[in-house]
């Protein structure tokens, strides 16, 4: 595999990448959300028994500001086992 197959690739992965984001940000924004406060719940359905160290890991957020999303998660009604209450 060359340089041309390997940039070929990339940018297929870019453009994948782009459109997994714009329809994330679509999920968001339909429910109420902006895409960060989204990533929690959408986290937490998938790893019910998880502690915030390995959720803050997982999503790449600061540690406060994945407090800060499962706290908002939380009062808006949030419950992990099936969505929103």
Known sequence: MDTNDLSIIYDKLLVIHQMMNNNLNEQAR????NTSEYLVPMDLAVHH??????L?????????LCFQNCTKSCRAGYNHTSGRS
Do not use: C, I, V
């Open 30 to 33: 339909l429910l109420g959300y």
């Open 56 to 64: 803050y890991s997982r999503l790449g957020m600061k540690k406060s």
């Open 49 to 54: 028994d998880t502690d915030l160290t390995s």
